[in-house]
């Protein structure tokens, strides 16, 4: 099976090294670049456009819905899809909708000012457990995957969150085994989303991971690889009848 890791705003390869070697053992893993796209579209076109003819998808949070506008796209050669600490929904209408594009844009300013080194420092405290602020060499690997990116490159990135599609109607369609999942402590794609979304996706399997923020591949790759393990395991045809299961990892 080969199997397509897609990273999240300003991530790559390295938010999925931590589980590459276990996931490797049951499928051909690959993580494409987004380059300099500027919408979650393009973004799913490029990955379309170098993809095997089926495959397996598994986005984590900007990664997720590239990894729903691929389905959108090509349902058929998607044979299974896990989303990990992501959304469906558009930017919000009003006050909470302008509110999240002058965060995103003060971000965007602090990065050409003072580099992305001094934005990622600013921005990584909450999107990791409180735990782990103190783990130094934690940080630093995730402040030197976000060094790489340029901040033309965050530019188009937030252009396309900002304009994200609403993929809720498309959840009801996705025919394949399915993964949501989430960091217990995760307030930028908070847990109850993922309910929300496990919820509107017909026998998918909601797993949220215990002591893990935003970058769960990262903060807990043990149980992230065990819960990706098993959902590569699980036959395309398995259906669950009863409401989705609800799966805590500690």
């Not at 790489?148 to 396309?160: H, K, N, S, Y």
């Not at 369609?173 to 794609?189: E, F, K, M, N, Y």
Request: proline content about 7%; charged content about 25%.
């Amino acid at each position: 099976m080969d199997l397509l890791l897609l990273p999240g705003l300003l991530c790559d390869r390295a938010v999925w090294t931590p589980v590459l070697a276990q996931l490797e053992t049951a499928a051909r893993c690959h993580i494409p670049d987004y380059a300099d796209e500027r919408s979650l579209a393009a973004m799913a076109e490029r990955v379309l456009a170098s993809a095997p003819a089926t495959f397996a998808v598994a986005g984590h949070s900007m990664g997720g819905r590239v990894a729903l506008e691929i389905v959108r796209r090509a349902p058929a050669r998607v044979e299974r899809l896990a989303l990990l600490d992501t959304g469906c929904r558009p930017r919000p209408a009003g006050v909470a909708g302008e509110e999240e594009r002058a965060r995103r844009l003060a971000l965007l300013a602090l990065a050409r000012e003072k580099g992305m080194r001094a934005m990622a420092r600013e921005w990584v405290r909450p999107m990791v457990h409180p735990a782990r602020h103190s783990d130094v060499a934690f940080i630093d690997t995730i402040l030197d995957m976000f060094e790489r990116r340029t901040p033309l490159q965050f530019q188009g990135q937030i252009e396309a969150l900002l304009a994200r599609p609403d993929a809720t109607a498309l959840l009801p369609t996705i025919a394949c085994p399915t993964l949501v999942l989430a960091g217990r402590a995760d307030g930028w794609s908070t847990p109850a989303q993922h309910e929300e979304m496990a919820a509107l996706i017909p026998g998918s399997r909601l797993a949220i991971i215990e002591d893990s923020g935003h970058m769960a591949p990262m903060e807990r790759p043990a149980s992230i690889a065990g819960e990706m393990l098993a959902w590569i395991a699980t036959p395309s045809n398995e259906r669950r009848v009863a409401a989705n299961a609800l799966h805590t990892t500690s």
